[in-house]
């Protein structure tokens, strides 16, 4: 009988680092770190080792069909499938950044929504039934963060399509190119993607259910990594709690959900809850 199998995208530093670390010491199967650089992810896999444990590396740049293609197919041909999902993966431009908008909001939407999409159109067909897939997410990606209710009644539609969110995703880099996007959707192009990651997180446990796949979106809190520019008073192990906590540990009847950093299924297209520990630091 093959291993169980764990697979973690953009691991090689941060958040995604920390679940592997994690799901080592946890999980009772083959844990995968990938990344993009491949020196990069086989440092972090040494320091793990460093540590007693034992993650797996290969290569994935979520960018790339075809390297995602060769991941899926490296993984058919040693394994049944994959039990567990992390998708990790993500950039975000910096408030200093000298990007125009326009830039900005194509390249954050390519990596943080559509690759993802693409990394699950993929590899969801060697999801074993009964798997678990953790879609990072951010408090940015609550639906309480883009201004238009028309908007946010489309993005909370329980009849929405993956098709129809995919032009919703659009609209907006259109938007950003024309310089009208701020009045439906706000400043931030991360906190766009993040929303279009949990919008998408919700499609597709709908469209999983008869295979008892469970798919939720996570806000793992303000996190110290180079993405917060180490402004996040949490640590990545602290980060990596939650995504952890739906990986591993939560009733299978959680899916479909928006879990916060607590541990906490929230309200998605409710009021946006506190972050206490920010205030406190």
Known sequence: MAPKVAVVTG??????????????KRF??????????????????????????KPEYHQLDVTVKESIEAFRDYIKSKYDGIDILVN??????????????AVQAEETLRI??????????????ILKNGARVVNLSSSLGHLSNIPSKELRNKLKDEKLTVAELNKLMQQYVDAAKEGTQLEDWGHSSYSVS??????????????L??????VNSVHPGYVDTDMTSHKGPLTTDQGAQAPLFLA???DDSVRGKFVWYNKEVVDWDGVRPEEPYIKAT
């Open 88 to 101: 990790n993966a993500a950039i975000a431009f910096k408030h200093a950044a000298t990007e125009p908008v």
């Open 112 to 125: 943080n929504y559509f690759s993802l999409l693409t990394t699950c159109d993929i590899l969801f067909p």
């Open 248 to 250: 591993l540990d939560a």
């Open 194 to 207: 993040k929303v279009g990651v949990a919008a998408l997180s919700n499609i597709q446990q709908r469209l």
């Open 28 to 53: 009772d199967g083959v844990v995968y770190l990938t990344s993009r650089d491949v020196g990069r992810g086989q440092k972090a896999a040494e320091e793990l080792n460093k540590e007693g444990l």
């Open 11 to 24: 691991a090689n530093k941060g958040i995604g680092f920390a679940i592997v670390r994690g799901l080592c």
């Open 209 to 214: 259910n008869d295979r008892d796949i469970k």
